[in-house]
């Protein structure tokens, strides 16, 4: 939102010698942020130009350029000793003979871009034809500025050649520009910056002049007949709780806008079009009420807002013809003259021919034109919701639809439509016509019972019950005290419905600190606690992720939004928990509706796309939560925020999340181990899947058990490990993905992968370990060839081993597999290395065949294994 330093100054005292920087940063003290400052930084000749000739040339890339020679008065003898100024522009938007804004050599534009004379496509240009942009005028590039279009074709009579352009479009005054947020739609509106500028001085007794504290008439029986039908009210509010009609009669719409209105809607942005459209966007830039004015004669009778019907259609202002919704609020000529002024607005007027969209844009057919004499002023509210809903449903932003949505003051519209048709009158030689339509149904703000000492205890700074009392009254708020020192009943202005809610008190302490001055709030550095350092769990997922990255695996994180066929192509059976996933109800990407049940699920996606990168060799790791509902969820309550939730509200909360257990992925393909001058390299294997469980296991000290597992998907059903506690519980899995898997999700084939459940492990690591003393004497190293059934796991071998070994036993490794002559069919052989070590001696050879020849025994009575 713009204003012009002037025109705030019309609101409100400015402090003595205040710059448009100033006043920018007496409005960011109050909370709003400085969106830019326009004006009074252009220096030197900023002239009116006469085109005199054009040459122009199109370039070997199709761009037009245009050699022009301007009449710029007495300036050309600055510049060429009087000559006429020969300049290069790219823009085709204007002809031999129009006015145009011409910026000399010498002077300097927004930005600080100075200009000189300078060569360019092979000519000396002394200076530059200017766009609206390059002023600090607008935001259009498109074209440059033509003034007779811009300010219109009578205020331009006058001008000459050489006519200082500065003063032309008021670019020698300050005009600020505040992002206004979406809690503060009273600051779309000069008035409203003028009164926040107000408060950040202090809020001084008569400093500020309310521009819509003007006289206006009583409603009366002889307006134009309004009908308010709206049966569908969105969310129990009505679309229109207040509509105002004025007419001014007599109009000559073609005459021109004053001057120093052309001005102020050109320092706003905007483009001055015609008295009556200037005149609405004036008002709506001085009290932030949007208007429309309508050509009486072309309408049939009584003006009827309801909403639409199936299949009505309605051409706006920017000639395009929109399919209405059924939700979408209209104004419409009900043609038959019914309604009443001075009634309540509930007639039944038909309202057959559509107007415009309520609140966003009027249609073309009732437009004011310049044969138009009698006018008819609209200054209704609109509810919020409705108008936000049918701009965003059409796509049409306008400058009434950002108030409206914002929330415009319900109590403004009378003296927005008195202030427009008094300036019709004076400019337009109209008379105000003695019919007064005004149909209110709006309610007051509800009064809110505030404990006085609330804003100190919620900000943490003493604010004494006088200064709050007065910021509160400053604010426009009415202040009735009841007797009890600790409260106050406190009404919201009309302008500020976000201060009506149920528990208001921390808006209005927001209101106090920002007041007062977000400066007076002291900064205090908190002092830290010691802490607990980190939980258990904690400490668990760093060692996991250490383990993992120094295993030369690369960390990432991936989204975990997965699509509806994953559990097709991963081949998870009918019956696996995997594949009831939850379905998000406003997904980010529809193809991707569903949370993902294990981390390998969005993992593969990251590792597609390393790949299709040309990355060959690729090792990735992520820990996140996987949603495992496990059946239905339930429907969470919405607790109230005015007190901490029960146990059974709680409770019901968590029964309506998803169990979402911690798990890691591992993935890994191409070369594990590179080839070089040292020998060959190694490709990836489902062992290194294993080896990297168990190396994350030996990390947190739990013991874990590999056994074969040929049928989890989505492993190869013979290269799948399973990994287990020793009581069973399953910590995860790892080894070689199916190769239809692979082709499905198109990874490279032998790809390999792991995921284990990071809670098992932490809860399992949750106990004391007993450390072992190391044995300072030398151990004692044997060989065994055992010979078995091919069908017997390796794992049973080794666990057999351990058993029989007795406690000497340090290690069980093994280091060979052979199968083949001269070993018979069905049959191979297992080479293990067993190290032996006591803790207070030396074992001797005996000690250690005996040792030895027991873990073979042992292994014979369990898995039938016979010593080679």
Not at 484 to 498: E, H, I, K, M, N
Not at 679 to 698: F, L, N, Y
Request: net charge negative.
């Amino acid at each position: 939102m713009r204003a012009p330093l002037t025109w705030l100054a019309e609101y409100t005292d400015l402090a003595p010698g205040a710059t448009g920087v100033d006043v920018a940063a007496s409005l960011v003290s109050v909370g709003l942020e400085e969106e830019d400052l326009h004006g009074g930084d252009i220096s030197g000749p900023l002239v009116v130009g006469r085109v005199l000739d054009v040459e122009e040339t199109i370039q070997k890339n199709g761009k037009p350029i245009r050699f022009c020679v301007v009449d710029v008065g007495q300036n050309g003898q600055m510049v060429t000793e009087g000559k006429h100024q020969e300049i290069v522009c790219g823009a085709t938007n204007f002809e031999v003979g129009d006015l145009v804004v011409v910026v000399l050599p010498g002077a300097t534009l927004p930005g600080g871009f100075h200009i000189t004379a300078r060569k360019t496509y092979g000519r000396l240009s002394n200076g530059m034809i200017c766009a609206e942009d390059e002023i600090g005028l607008g935001h259009d590039h498109s074209g440059i500025i033509v003034l007779p279009r811009l300010l219109g074709e009578e205020h331009v009579a006058g001008v000459q050649p050489g006519d200082d352009a500065i003063a032309l479009l008021g670019l020698g005054e300050e005009t600020i520009e505040a992002n206004v947020t979406p809690d503060r739609g009273y600051c779309f509106s000069v008035r409203g910056l003028a009164r926040e500028y107000w408060h950040s001085q202090g809020s001084p007794s008569g400093g500020f002049r309310d521009p819509a504290l003007i006289e206006t008439p009583a409603p009366n029986a002889s307006g134009h007949p309004v009908v308010l039908d709206d049966q569908a009210p969105l969310e129990g509010a009505a679309g229109c709780d207040r509509f105002v009609a004025r007419i001014v009669r007599g109009v000559d719409a073609a005459a021109p806008s004053p001057a120093w209105m052309q001005k102020r809607i050109a320092q706003m942005g905007m483009r001055p079009i015609s008295l009556a459209v200037d005149v609405t966007n004036y008002v709506m830039m001085a009290l932030g009420q949007p208007l429309h004015a309508y050509d009486l004669d072309s309408l049939g009778g009584s003006i009827v807002v309801r909403r639409a019907r199936p299949g009505e259609t309605l051409t706006t202002l920017d000639d395009v013809t929109r399919e209405l919704h059924p939700e979408d609020l209209l104004i419409t000529d009900g043609g038959d003259g019914r309604g009443d002024g001075s009634g309540d607005g509930s007639g039944d007027g038909s309202g057959d021919t559509v107007l415009g969209l309520a609140g966003v844009m009027g249609g073309a057919s009732s437009e004011v034109t310049g044969t138009t004499t009698n006018v008819l002023i609209e200054a209704a509210h609109f509810d919020p919701t409705s108008v936000a809903r049918t701009a965003r449903r059409h796509r049409l932003v306008s400058e009434a639809s950002k108030r409206f949505e914002r929330g415009v003051d319900p109590a403004v519209p009378a003296a927005a439509a008195e202030l427009a048709a008094r300036l019709l009158a004076e400019h337009g030689g109209g008379r105000i016509d003695a019919g007064v339509t005004d149909i209110d149904h709006t309610s007051p703000p509800p009064a809110y019972r505030l404990d006085v000492d609330e804003p100190s205890r919620i900000v943490g700074v003493d604010y004494p019950r006088e200064r709050v009392l007065q910021i509160l009254r400053d604010l426009g708020a009415e202040v009735v005290e009841t007797g009890d020192d600790g409260y106050v009943d406190v009404t919201p202005p009309s302008w500020r419905p976000d201060l009506v809610n149920d528990s208001p008190a921390p808006d209005y302490a927001e209101e106090i600190a920002r007041i007062d001055g977000y400066n007076n709030i002291p900064s205090i550095t908190p002092t830290p606690s010691e802490g607990r350092g980190l939980t258990h769990g904690q400490k668990t997922r760093r060692v996991v992720a250490d383990v993992l990255a120094g295993a030369g695996f690369t960390e990432v994180l991936s989204y975990p939004f997965v699509a509806e066929d994953l559990a097709d192509q991963l081949m998870l059976p009918a019956d696996d928990d995997r594949r009831r996933a939850v379905r998000l109800a406003n997904p980010l990407s529809e193809e991707r509706p569903l949370l993902r049940t294990s981390v390998l699920s969005s993992l593969v996606d990251t590792l597609r796309r390393n790949v299709s990168r040309g990355h060959r060799d690729v090792a990735l790791f992520e820990m996140g939560l996987v949603f495992r509902p496990g059946g239905a969820l339930h429907r969470a309550p919405i607790p109230s925020v005015s007190a901490r939730p029960s146990d059974q509200e709680l409770a019901e909360l968590y029964s309506a999340v998803p169990a979402q257990p911690r798990r890691v992925g591992i993935l890994a393909t191409g070369s594990a181990e590179q080839a070089g001058w040292w020998g060959g390299g190694r490709p990836a294997e489902w062992s290194d899947m294993v080896a990297a469980v168990q190396a994350v296991a030996a990390a947190l000290v739990v013991p874990v058990e590999v056994a074969a597992d040929p049928g989890h998907a989505p492993w190869h059903p013979g290269r799948c490990a399973r990994i287990t506690l020793g009581d069973g519980t399953v910590v995860g899995h790892a080894g070689e993905l199916h190769p239809k898997v692979l082709a499905a999700l198109d990874l490279p084939p032998r790809t390999v992968a792991a995921e284990i459940d990071v809670d098992v492990l932490t809860s399992a690591s949750d106990r004391a370990v007993q450390a072992t003393p190391f044995s300072t004497f030398p151990p004692a190293l044997t060989d065994i060839a055992l010979l078995v059934r091919t069908d017997v796991p390796a794992g049973d071998v080794e666990a057999a081993l351990r058993r029989g070994a007795g406690e000497s036993l340090e290690s069980v490794t093994l280091f060979d597999v052979y199968a083949g002559d001269p070993i018979e069919a069905g049959h191979r052989s297992l080479a293990y290395r067993l190290t032996f070590r006591a803790a207070d001696r030396t074992l001797t050879t005996d000690e250690v065949n005996g040792f030895r020849d027991a873990a073979v025994a042992s292994a014979a009575q369990a898995v039938g294994a016979i010593q080679r």
